[in-house]
């Protein structure tokens, strides 16, 4: 039986391997499939075979997450702690990890539970529903997300162990130098990108081999795993290609410079997704790290006569539970539920809270300068050969693709989030490397909208949806344009005294008229990619079905896309500034350059809140980078050694 099982796999193997060489070593027109020009060999006793092993693999890796994963831990009422953290999610397991360090005692808690292994594979990251969520929609306008129910956007964030790094694309960008640059100029001392360079250094361990070398910028020994997908599309392959030789250089965004393209370098090992919760926490438990789950925390506990943060009280299992902190409380919930948590607190603009009968303690902007990025997604591509990735292919088992996914973490499931290419360029100069970004490009290849759910996820109402009812079964590829630097500011509100009501989020994007032309000049640059591409040998085509709400104007011209962007207006999730950092001269600020809420002693906020601009790309790091310099903040208050190369 055993011999038989393993010539099965090795059949497998053979299926998989041979043809990802081929694939490294080009792209050859006659393809069957993503590996290749050999057809699958497609029979009963395989498939069942892949079943069971699929079912083996799957059922290993629960338990060693189980095995790996901080144990939950009640507190004990009225229980006294050194750090009280609130919210073990990007941020927040960073924080705990690295301040564990320290001879003190922690408690953090978080709302959701542990990662489940079906959470990191890389490709579902956009098409599935990830346990706990909470839904989250925006005001609506007249401005943008016009094709969704009700015209407001929405986005889902996961409640879980890691937070929104388990539920992310994965994408992995620092941002550009001039982005810590410009929060030192705001008066954020220490924010310079020499002195967070350092941080981003610390939290990283850089597996791409090309780039690990480039010691002024990288590091092996961090906990945060950096890497390549193990597989390529060969349309992602001609895609890079193509944009060489139009000129676009090839770079290491995270490096010395930021313009070009480049494969995506995602937060994942082996082609599996690492979220912080498994980078930082998942380790021998610590003595002095108690972690309690599916724990709500309600409100932070601040006295009214010395304005002193005390400790902060939760729900588990329906019972209420007081903790203290000795040292600080500091709030790791999120820019969404760091922001709510202030104000629920009584800290934060005084006419809203009073509205809600809200004590007030510390009158503070909380929830204004609220930023996301925002994006485009509605240039499709069709091509004529079997070499995008249909969700119908990943879900059919007479295919090798699951199977090799939970048994070699290989194949089209290990591509994060779907993204393959990743590119920054500023559309008013394209070939410029030395100019300010503001536009980047994220190539999928695939279709966003074959993915029904998360299309619903998004909101996307059914009319839309059928304007790409008759490409469903084509393969695809779409390029994702992104405003990288949003002059636009919303605002978030409470919309009631009670944590379990979502708040009001008004993301006011494209508020401005340079939004919105740096926007549309981005789309239509992206449409030139195809023009001289090497893609043509796949055959692909610009999809040229309007959107149903914009059929009035002529198809791609200035009009129709900016019709386009209203309706089909993708948020990316991005959400930062709510609790912006600033000098104590900026009326706009929340927390000191040391994260500290103005006007209340021991509470600091560590998270994606504080950021007082939107840095360029994505946010996990950028996220981790303030965790880490915040815990190294923390040990320096109270005197323990710090030293950021380390
Ligand atoms: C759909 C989507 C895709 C994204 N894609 C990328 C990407 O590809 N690359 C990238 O770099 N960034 C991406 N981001 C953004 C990035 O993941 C986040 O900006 C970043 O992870 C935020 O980290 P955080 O620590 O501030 O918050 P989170 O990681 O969200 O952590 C907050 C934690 O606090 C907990 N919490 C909240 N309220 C409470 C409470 N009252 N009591 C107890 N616990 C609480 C939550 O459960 C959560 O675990 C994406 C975001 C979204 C939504
Ligand atoms: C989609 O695929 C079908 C079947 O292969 C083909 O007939 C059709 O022309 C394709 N659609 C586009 C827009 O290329």
């Known amino acids: 039986m055993i011999a038989f099982v393993s010539s099965s796999l090795s059949v497998l193997v053979v299926h998989s391997i041979l043809p990802l060489i081929m694939v490294a070593n080009g792209y050859n027109p006659g393809y069957s499939n993503l590996y290749g020009s050999k057809p699958f060999e497609i029979s009963e006793h395989v498939v069942r075979l892949r079943i069971e092993a699929i079912k083996v693999e799957l059922g290993k890796m629960q338990q060693a997450y189980q095995n790996m994963a901080q144990p939950d831990m009640t507190p004990r009422d009225q229980a006294s702690y050194d750090f009280i953290i609130v919210g073990g999610g990007t941020a927040g397991a960073a924080l705990a990890s690295r301040l564990s360090d320290i001879a003190a005692s922690i408690l953090l808690i ?33 401005r943008y997300c016009l094709s969704m129910t009700n015209r407001q956007c ?28 410009e929060w030192a100029r705001m008066g954020n001392t220490g924010w310079s990108y020499k002195e967070v360079l350092p941080y981003f250094r610390k939290l990283e361990n850089m597996n791409i081999p090309s780039i690990r070398l480039d010691r002024t910028y990288h590091r092996r020994k961090g906990p945060m795993e950096i890497s390549y997908s193990p597989f390529q599309t060969p349309l992602s392959i001609a895609f890079l290609r193509s944009m060489e030789d139009l000129g676009y250089p090839r770079v290491d965004y995270n490096g010395r410079d930021m313009v070009g393209f480049s494969r995506v370098q995602a937060t994942m090992l082996d082609g599996s997704r690492i ?29 009214k006569k010395t304005k002193e943060a005390t400790g902060v009280r939760f729900t588990k299992n329906e019972k209420v539970f007081t903790v203290y902190a000795r040292k600080e409380v500091i709030l790791c919930a999120g820019a969404i539920g760091s922001a709510q948590l202030l104000m629920l607190s009584g800290v934060g603009p005084t006419e809203d809270l009073k509205k809600l009968d809200i004590d007030v303690i510390q009158d503070l902007p909380v929830g204004y300068s609220l930023q996301d990025h925002v994006a485009f997604i509605g240039s499709t591509y069709v091509v004529k ?12 088992l007479s295919y ?19 993204a393959e290419v990743i590119g920054f360029v500023n559309v008013d100069d ?17 279709t966003i909208y074959n993915l029904r759910e998360t299309m619903r996820d998004l909101g996307v109402n059914e009319n839309l949806l059928f304007a790409f009812e008759d490409i469903k079964r084509n393969y695809t590829y779409s390029i994702l344009t992104m405003l990288a630097k949003p002059g636009s500011r919303g605002r978030l509100r409470l919309k009631a005294n009670d944590i379990n009501v979502a708040p009001l989020i008004d ?3 494209l508020a401005t008229q340079e939004d919105i032309r740096i926007l549309t000049k981005g789309v239509e640059n992206a449409i030139t990619f195809t023009k001289l591409s090497l893609l043509k040998q796949f055959g692909a085509e610009l999809y040229q079905t309007p959107l149903p709400n914009c059929a009035q104007y002529t198809f791609n011209s200035p009009t129709y896309l900016h019709c386009a962007i209203n309706h089909m207006t993708l948020g990316m999730g991005h959400y930062t500034g709510t609790c912006r950092m600033g000098p104590e001269k900026d009326y706009t600020a929340v927390v000191n350059p040391q994260l500290q809420v103005y006007g209340i002693e021991k509470l600091r906020v560590i998270d994606g809140s504080i950021m007082p601009v939107i840095p360029r790309g994505h946010l996990t790091l950028p996220t981790l980078m303030i965790a880490e310099k915040g815990a190294d903040m923390i040990k320096e208050r109270w005197g323990y050694p710090v030293d950021p190369h380390r």
């Open 275 to 303: 979220s912080s919760n498994k980078a930082y926490l998942y380790s021998e438990s610590r003595q002095n790290l108690f972690v309690s789950k599916n724990s709500i925390v309600k409100k932070v506990l601040i006295n």
């Open 110 to 142: 978080e709302a959701g539970d542990e990662e489940t292994p079906f959470m990191d594979v890389p490709l579902e990251a956009i098409n599935s529903e990830k346990g706990n969520t909470k839904e989250y929609l925006s005001e609506p306008t007249d």
């Open 507 to 509: 993301p006011n994007y």
């Open 385 to 396: 050969e079997p070499i995008g990735i249909l969700f119908s292919d990943l879900d059919n």
């Open 154 to 181: 929405r986005v889902k964030k996961a409640r879980v162990m890691g937070g929104s790094s388990v539920t992310n694309w994965m994408v992995a960008t620092r941002g550009h130098r001039d982005d810590y640059d």
């Open 400 to 418: 090798p693709y699951s199977a090799d996914y939970y048994m070699y973490r290989k194949g089209p499931l290990t591509v994060p989030g779907g």
């Open 430 to 446: 394209v070939y410029n490397t030395q100019t300010l970004p503001n536009i980047e490009y994220l190539f999928f290849p695939l």
